[in-house]
């Protein structure tokens, strides 16, 4: 059965391909975002479409802490527990 | 003083891809304006405008990429696209001329906070900023000199162009690339024109009613449209070294503020600039065959602007408006009559105002051009006129080579 992590990794997953789509044939969830090709602007871009997807918020210091996707994760399954 | 040529020009514009497309567009005798429905405070209505076929498949704003293509299409015809062209394309100054700028990612970056009160996207102003053109253009091409932009309302890019002259003529410059720009066709801003009831029969429910008619007894305002033209400008002495063929020669250019409405030109005001453009490109008035007037099809500024040409030209010189064709590109206008300005010296033709069927008899004392393109007398220049709102008044002098 699909955990709480794994359906929200998806669906980051789901939102990067969506929003970068130039990135979609090589996205691989284990490669940075800045590998990806992601750089700070599509970071903030990202972010808020996260944001509405996920009904979350986040700090200006907690976007510092992303690089991966699983960081994404992390924050958001933080987050919605609270 | 160096002379100016033009080796490239890069058109997205409504029915033109290529200066080739503009030039089949001088003997056209159908409008480009089409119409289309917008939706102004809760009801349809139809007006006209000029799409380009431009495809913006990004997620950058659509003058951005318009630009981009425009850019890539003029250095591609001045030979500068190649790796060889790189290291001289360094040395390009850039001079980018737009009214608003990426109009539509202000209005899609604000849309869902005025509507809904939901979160600005954190790109707006990145994205919105007017620079924001000019930097995607230096950064595509790697254009590491001196950048300016302009924003000077339908005068922009010619400003952008004769400024780029100037600093050819006097030697800071060897070259440049000028980008004139306009994408005005989101629905806050053509519901903004309508307001100001200058649009051409906006409250005509008829999708076939409301037209373009620059000179007309019966014109009503202007249509909007939206283009990038883009030009690569080199010095006398970099078309010998590069071994390029210029298209036409920029022989000079006028520059004049009205300084007294921000609406209602002036005379005055537009006579000086075309007075100064003869004079920086050493003409009389007998030596212009053809004049791409600024005329929008507005009742007050093809009056005013009949008058400065008659009394500068009388009914010596063509004139025409090519906007009945395409539309008012607003801050790319500049760039886009240029370009058909120089399609007309280079096939000899000067195109007829469309929509022009009964001359006012306030814009009677000029030479239109009517119906069918005519013939420019050999060896004659021609001048293109940028008029804006502000007062700001730019003339524009070529010649072919």
Known sequence: ?82 | MSRVYVTGVGVVAPGANSLDDVRRLISSRESLLQPESVCVAGNALWLLAGRTDHNNATRKPRAVTMALEAVRRGLQQANLDSSAGAVYREGLRLYVGSGIGPLDAVEAGYEDWFASGKPTHPLTVVRGMHNGIAAEISITNGLTGCTRTFAMACASSAAAIASAVRDIQRRDAHGAIVCGVETPLTPAMLDAWIAMRVYANPHKDSRHSGACMPFDLHRSGLALSEASVAFVLESEKSVAARGVKPIVEVLGSGESSDATHLTNPSVDGQCVCMAAALNDANLSPDDIGYINAHATGTVVGDRVEATAIGRIFGTEALVSSTKGLHGHALGAAGALEAAFTIAALTSRLAPPTLGLREVGPDCSHIRHVVDVAEPIAPSKAAMSNSFAFGGHNVSLVFAAT
Not at chain 1, 44 to 66: M, R, T
């Open chain 1, 1 to 82: 059965m699909e955990t709480q992590r794994e359906k929200i990794r998806s669906r980051v997953s789901a939102l990067v391909v969506s929003g970068f789509p130039s990135i979609a044939e090589r996205f691989d969830p284990k490669v940075s975002l800045q590998n990806l090709g992601l750089d700070s602007l599509d970071l903030v871009d990202l972010v808020f479409s996260i944001e509405a997807e996920f009904q979350v918020k986040f700090d200006n210091d907690e976007l510092l802490q992303i690089s991966f996707i699983e960081d994404l994760v992390n924050l958001i399954y933080e987050k919605s527990r609270r």
